[in-house]
């Protein structure tokens, strides 16, 4: 090449000057005898050369600065598919190493007797560091927002959004003349929020001081008594009725004789479960470590610091530990930008109620009962119900768990998996929630097995489910202030059905399709009949009901003349 281009340079006029743009200065026996594209690529050549023979340093350096800023993110983009590949990896590696210790115990158990099999399962609980393994992870959707396919989706929400917003500016100026910008909706929701505050501090004060105190006092005499099964069942006792009186019937009567609306009595009964489960795992695995490690440090037992407990109460977990890993920094416009995203959230449930959901059942009592009406109802509520699924999924699991993990520099932020893949629901139960579902796990499940042995599994299963349905249950009964177990009838059938029939085992995308399909019919049916029992509550109250007049829906009698 550099010797053709010698012999251009020697044979050719105006070779050696700098070829301009205009037509005039091109050479026109190039353009007559070789034609107009071969003379363009030529000059494009020459262009690039100069001196012959040598290449253009100019050129040279930028070609290799964007040779090694391609090499870099490709670096960076195989590094980050990798750790999540390695992340992912490791979660499966930890799951499947926790059901080792029950396909051991059957071998074992053959060359003992019935008492030391049922003593060796009871001294096999594992200490807090063989439970749940915290490392630095991010959350998946912060993985997945970094693809411009997923964050279109992201956008199209948005734009539903505006759309909402819209409809309701337009709809209301129609009929009022005028935009109406009150959000009454959310006044009403929220209201009384003064109490709501005052409630909460006075359960996290509690919560703060009373079960630390009580396991400080436990562990100090533990090791002087002669009666350690008697000291643990006293102030075992003492726990339970602080979990009894303190964190469940005190802010129950809170709500019910103040009065709270419907998202300020959330509010306090979430606040009131998470606390009581926060309690719960500090207790238990700090109980398992002070009574298997009796002679550690001359007899003095390592109590947990206040700190520690302190920072446990407001990290996004529910198992406790000493220590969880940290990040170095906290990026303080990610934190503005979550708590953003949940206040954007919120607008968009009040504007899915406004436009969806209020006009559908406003009227609903006047209607005669019949199944074309209950179809057409649960139906209709499948838009509305899968949009407030997502919105909750979204605000709490993703936005608000990861504002405080930021603002706490807490690393671990798995709280959740891609459960939209799940093809059973037995996956989809481990996947959605996995902050709830590792406590249900490891002091349900794991400690309903060390009770009871490994042969009970499908009673520990049955177990967890009950707890989760009652838990569920309590939480709608209290919030909606009417006993509709619409929710509890649908987990323990159905779910526990499901549970079975689409189990792991289930592979293919056509079991994504009846999950999905699943997914869809529960939450329509929630909706529906739980907005139709709340209307029915407000249109047709009873002035002395019995018991069984509380226990019985009031959607089924509830009828109002046009």
């Known amino acids: 090449m550099s010797c053709y281009l010698f012999w251009i340079r020697r044979n050719v006029p105006e070779a050696d000057g700098e070829w301009d743009n205009n037509d005039a200065s091109r050479p026109a026996y190039f353009r007559e005898v070789y034609g107009w594209g071969w003379y363009e690529s030529l000059r494009g050549t020459w262009r690039g050369v100069r001196p012959i023979g040598k290449v253009d340093a100019e050129y040279a350096i930028n070609k290799k600065m964007q040779l090694k800023l391609k090499a870099e993110q490709m670096k960076n983009d195989l590094l980050r598919q990798l750790d999540s590949h390695f992340n992912h990896f490791v979660d499966d590696l930890i799951d499947e190493s926790t059901t080792l210790d029950s396909s051991v115990t059957p071998f074992l158990s053959a060359s003992m007797t019935k008492e030391q099999a049922a003593m060796a399962n009871r001294q096999a609980r594992a200490p807090p560091e063989k439970g749940k393994h915290f490392m630095s992870r991010r959350s998946l959707l912060d993985e997945l927002f970094q693809v411009n396919h997923i964050r279109t989706i992201y956008h199209m929400f948005i734009a539903l959004l505006i759309l909402f917003i819209v409809s309701t500016l337009v709809m209301d100026f129609i009929d009022e003349g005028r935009l109406v910008l009150d959000f009454d909706l959310l006044v009403y929701a929220f209201g009384r929020f003064p109490i709501v505050i005052s409630t909460w501090l006075c359960m996290f004060l509690s919560t703060l001081l009373i079960p630390y105190g009580l396991f400080l006092f436990w562990a100090s005499g533990y090791q002087a008594t002669k009666h350690k099964v008697l000291r643990t069942v006293f102030f075992g006792v003492l726990f339970l009725l602080f979990q009894t009186l303190g964190l469940w019937a005190a802010p129950v009567y809170t709500v019910i004789h103040f009065q709270l609306p419907p998202a300020s009595r959330f509010i306090v009964i979430l606040e009131q479960v998470r606390l009581m489960m926060k309690a719960h795992s500090f207790i238990?695995?700090?109980?398992?470590?002070?009574?298997?490690?009796?002679?550690?440090?001359?007899?003095i037992q390592q109590v947990p610091q206040f700190s520690h407990y302190l920072y446990f109460l407001f990290a996004p977990t529910l198992i406790y530990r000493d220590n969880y890993p940290r990040n170095p920094t906290i990026r303080w416009s990610y934190v503005a930008t979550k708590f953003a995203q949940v206040l954007g959230c919120l607008f968009y449930a009040y504007?899915?109620?406004?436009?969806?959901?209020?006009?559908?059942?406003?009227?609903?009592?006047?209607?005669?009962?019949?199944?074309?009406?209950?179809?057409?109802?649960?139906?209709?509520?499948?838009?509305?119900?899968?949009?407030?699924?997502?919105l909750a999924f979204f605000a709490f699991l993703h936005c608000w768990l990861n504002a405080f993990a930021e603002m706490l520099q807490f690393a671990d932020r798995m709280f959740y998996k891609d459960w939209w893949n799940s093809t059973s629901f037995a996956n989809y139960y481990r996947t959605w929630n996995v902050v709830v579902h590792d406590w249900l796990y490891y002091y349900a499940?794991?400690?309903f097995l060390w009770l009871f042995t490994h042969r009970f599994r499908a009673a520990a299963m049955l177990s967890v489910f009950t707890v989760s349905a009652v838990v569920h249950e309590y939480v709608l009964a209290v919030c909606f202030g009417f006993f509709y177990p619409v929710l509890f009838c649908l987990f323990m059938c159905f779910g526990m059905?499901?549970?079975?029939?689409?189990?792991?085992?289930?592979?293919?995308?056509?079991?994504?399709?009846?999950?999905?399909?699943?997914?869809?019919?529960?939450?329509?049916?929630?909706?529906?009949?739980?907005?139709?029992?709340?209307?029915?509550?407000?249109?047709?109250?009873?002035t002395n009901p019995s018991f069984l007049d509380m226990l019985k829906p009031r959607s089924w009698t509830c009828r109002l003349n046009s």
């Open 284 to 299: 238990r695995e700090n109980l398992s470590r002070v009574a298997m490690n009796r002679e550690k440090n001359g007899g």
């Open 497 to 542: 059905a499901f549970n079975f029939v689409l189990h792991d085992r289930r592979k293919g995308p056509v079991w994504n399709v009846v999950m999905w399909t699943s997914l869809f019919l529960g939450q329509g049916m929630l909706v529906c009949l739980y907005s139709q029992e709340w209307y029915a509550q407000q249109h047709c109250p009873l």
């Open 351 to 390: 504007y899915i109620f406004v436009r969806l959901c209020i006009p559908l059942f406003r009227n609903i009592s006047r209607e005669p009962f019949s199944l074309k009406v209950l179809v057409l109802c649960i139906f209709n509520s499948i838009l509305p119900g899968v949009l407030v699924l997502f």
């Open 445 to 447: 499940y794991k400690d």
